[in-house]
């Protein structure tokens, strides 16, 4: 969709056209967000020793899985050696099982990999709704709203795997634009 701007916000460039850079001051803006939604997420990330919700099922499989639980045996090689939950894939469950082996089996270790993704979702908002052709200004905005929904901020600091299937989804569909 080519054209003139409309009110504050601008029709997406033309297909080969390249975008305008980002000014310093919305740069600063954006990185501020991300900092500040860092901030958000890791501070007191460890406040509650215990597993919450749904934590526990993922928790309970990302240890398994660090005590050999996807290996299986030699007669069956398909079936997971420990007992875990098989409702969902094991990428998120390996992400919380690495921030165990680094950090350790505490609230941290378990959380810390959600934080992380959180945090990486909230740094793709801006570029992303650059790519679906938002101005700068309305970009910021919903990285701004994003930042500050407390869905999101809940999310990336429980070990479950939600926020690991919207930062998927978010570069799924950051990448699929990429040609546009």
Known sequence: MTGPKTGSISAAPA???TRPRVSRRILAI???V??????????????YPGTVFDEHYYVHDAVAILHGGLA???AQPWKPAALLSAAHPDLAKLAIAAGIEVFGDNAWGWRVPAAFA???LI???????????LSDEWALAA???AASDPMLMLESRLAVLDVFVALGTAGAVYLALRPV
């Open 15 to 17: 297909p080969g056209a």
């Open 30 to 32: 954006v990185v501020l």
């Open 34 to 47: 991300v900092a500040l939604s860092a901030v958000v997420r890791l501070v007191d990330l460890g406040r």
């Open 72 to 74: 299986g045996s030699s």
């Open 118 to 120: 959180g945090i990486a």
């Open 123 to 133: 740094a793709l908002v801006f570029p992303l709704g650059r790519r679906l052709g």
């Open 143 to 145: 990285l701004v709203l």
